[in-house]
């Protein structure tokens, strides 16, 4: 799945915080993703947001997720 820093994702979980939009940080094994809700950090596994991903925009273009699959 190709997955960018810079690229804002939707989660299916929202944080407690109310917002299910992360800005990404640092990609690698874990993504080190920012609340956009309440700038709160965290440092979650690839395989956990690829598995709940549920949006994704970039540059303020929102991607289809059956093109972040075909990468
Ligand atoms: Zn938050």
Do not use: Y
């Amino acid at each position: 799945m190709n997955i960018l820093v810079g690229d804002r994702v939707k989660l299916k979980k929202p944080h407690p915080c109310g917002s299910k939009e992360w800005d990404v940080l640092r990609i690698g094994m874990d993504f080190r993703l920012r609340c956009c809700g309440c700038g709160h950090l965290v440092l979650v596994p690839r395989k956990l947001v690829e598995k709940n991903l549920r949006g994704l925009t970039r540059g303020g273009e929102e991607i289809p997720l059956s093109d972040i699959a075909q990468g």
